[in-house]
């Protein structure tokens, strides 16, 4: 997105200060996070606030986005403040990792939407690097994210994730590894016909069934969203093509 801001049906997202703008990865994980008896949620590596904006739409849930660039948490924060849940929405600037020792076992739910490029960082845009790149899918930055999840979450505690479906054994094994099993896992397609791009998955703090669907954004008709897809932002996007049945 080239614009300073992005509107949705119920709030405005300003973006000029922030490194990642609103995009296709945080609409999913915010419209699709699950949220039965969610009552308070922790935002990792919040941005521009965008999922928090849309969980407090969909919800009563207290939401905290914690972002450790300052320009980001203080755009987050003026989101918030324009949104009309600003009494429900907190912005931290601070260290994710640091916040989940502090804040051990505070939270219901944690969302996370990490950084997941791969390949050559591209210096011409440092901040966007920093809030989106990994040098390798084998990187330890990873479980960090996991484990910031596990920390911060009560022992009921659950997450919801998005990340590249190239490197989704990876991603799921430092889930693993920090304590987390998968409940739900959404294969996602960005076209009808294509390969799978990114996964969304449901996490638990116990061993569960695990619930795999699959999730595609647009029809063959490109600019047209499946049905599935458009049900899902129905109640965020002003103006959406869905194809018809």
Avoid at 19 to 36: E, F, Q, R, S
């Amino acid at each position: 997105m080239s614009n300073s801001w992005f509107q949705f049906k119920q709030f405005k997202v300003e973006q000029d200060k922030c490194a990642m703008k609103v995009g296709t990865d945080g609409v999913l994980l915010g419209a699709w996070a699950p949220l039965d008896n969610v009552r308070s949620v922790v935002d990792l590596g919040s941005g521009t606030g965008l999922i928090s904006l849309m969980i407090a739409q969909r919800s009563k849930a207290r939401i905290t986005g914690i972002e450790s660039d300052m320009d980001a948490a203080t755009q987050s924060a003026e989101n918030f403040v324009h949104s009309p849940w600003p009494e429900r929405l907190e912005s931290v600037w601070a260290d994710v990792h640091e916040m989940s020792t502090l804040w051990a076992g505070q939270f219901d739910l944690a969302v996370c939407n990490p950084p997941f490029f791969q390949g050559h960082v591209r210096p011409s845009n440092a901040p966007r690097n920093q809030a989106r790149h990994l040098l390798s899918p084998k990187t330890e930055i990873k479980k960090t994210w996991f484990e910031a999840a596990y920390k911060i979450t009560k022992e009921t505690g659950r997450a919801a994730f998005i990340f590249p479906y190239e490197f989704a054994h990876e991603w799921l094994s430092e889930a693993e590894s920090a304590g987390w099993y998968v409940q739900i896992r959404v294969n996602v397609r960005g076209h009808a016909g294509k390969e799978y791009k990114r996964v969304l998955v449901y996490l638990v703090k116990h061993p569960v069934a695990i619930q795999e669907e699959e999730l595609c954004i647009e029809s063959e008709e490109r600019s047209v969203y499946t049905a599935a897809f458009g049900q899902l932002v129905s109640d965020f996007y002003l103006d959406a093509r869905i194809e018809t049945v």
